[in-house]
């Protein structure tokens, strides 16, 4: 028998509970994991709490992130004892995912945990870090520098723009963070943050083109929020757009893309190539420090994640939420 937090939906309604489950109930894979550290990510509490249709099948264990140790396995690239990592894949939302203490999974979805790393280590980063360290490559790869201008984060108190502030300051950017939460100042200074604005400055219904005010972003918001950051951006500017807290609407015009020639980049963190994360884990694994980590990151039970849910889906959580889930 093991843990999980099980989500399930039929005539009774739709619910979420902590309950114990056999080994012979995991769905197919050819590697089993003994997980031994999960997350609470936004899109763990929109299945959890029903608020929006994020599971396509019931019952569901949801959890998009998991570390722990291989324990049986079918794969010739991954062996009993292997550390290992997973973020993304469609887990917590079509199979069963991290929150629980058994995971059986398609090897093909896991990548190796890096030897710098810690299980613990790696789930206070999770698919947060992950897709901020995604967006910093992106504005890379299209030349953005710390000596060409000011990077601006959005939803800079969440899980992504926490550490796309950590990274960028880290990397040596001029890093703005726009926040709902100001008095997070000390906490987003800690991160790295230079200066800090109040997200409603950007949040409302702005012009097709504002003054230029920064060479690059990380957008966790979406709406009126990244519509007003690209017509802020400077002429060759890019903007990596990871998130839509806000809206999932994009109320914008042409003209910055058209008269700046500024570039939109999207980033997807779910269904990543290989390649790509083990480029991404990498970095992470040698910018962040544990300091970093422990600034941005609490850790709570598997018995306390229903009612962490309410308080996440409240804006009541900064930075990130590691699940213990043998406790």
Request: aromatic share 6%; net charge negative; with cysteine.
């Amino acid at each position: 028998m093991f843990n999980a937090i099980l989500i399930e939906k039929d005539d009774k309604g739709y619910r979420s509970a902590l309950t114990q489950l056999e080994q012979s109930q995991l769905p197919e894979g050819d590697v089993t994991v003994q997980v031994e550290y999960s997350s609470l990510n936004y899109k763990d509490g929109l299945a959890i709490s029903g608020k929006s249709p994020v599971v396509r099948h019931f019952p569901m264990i949801p959890g998009i992130d998991l570390a722990g140790t291989v324990i049986e396995s079918q794969s010739a690239q991954y062996h009993v004892g292997d550390k290992v990592l997973l973020n993304g894949w469609g887990v917590g939302e079509k199979h069963w995912g991290g929150l629980a203490q058994l995971a059986r999974l398609n090897s093909q979805w896991l990548i190796p945990l890096p030897q710098q790393l810690t299980t613990k280590e790696c789930m206070a980063i999770g698919t947060a870090g992950y897709t901020a360290m995604l967006a910093v490559i992106a504005l890379e790869k299209h030349g953005i520098s710390p000596d060409k201008g000011k990077i601006i984060v959005t939803g800079a108190n969440g899980g992504v723009g926490s550490f796309a502030i950590a990274i960028l300051a880290q990397l040596g950017y001029h890093v703005i963070a726009s926040t709902g939460r100001t008095d997070q100042t000390v906490y987003l200074t800690q991160l790295g943050a230079s200066e800090i604005i109040d997200r409603n400055e950007l949040s409302q219904p702005g012009k097709p083109l504002m003054k230029e005010r920064w060479i690059g972003a990380v957008d966790c918001v979406g709406g009126h929020t990244l519509a007003n950051v690209c017509a802020s951006t400077q002429y060759g500017g890019t903007v990596a757009c990871c998130g839509l807290a806000q809206s999932i609407d994009f109320p914008s015009s042409v003209a910055p893309f058209i008269l700046r020639g500024i570039t939109l980049a999207g980033i997807d963190s779910v269904m990543r190539p290989y390649a790509d994360r083990i480029d991404a884990w990498e970095r992470l694994a040698t910018i962040l420090d544990e300091s970093k980590l422990d600034l941005m990151s609490k850790t709570i039970s598997l018995t306390e994640v229903i009612t962490t849910v309410t308080q996440l889906m409240q804006g009541q959580i900064r930075g990130r939420i590691i699940v213990d889930v043998n406790q």
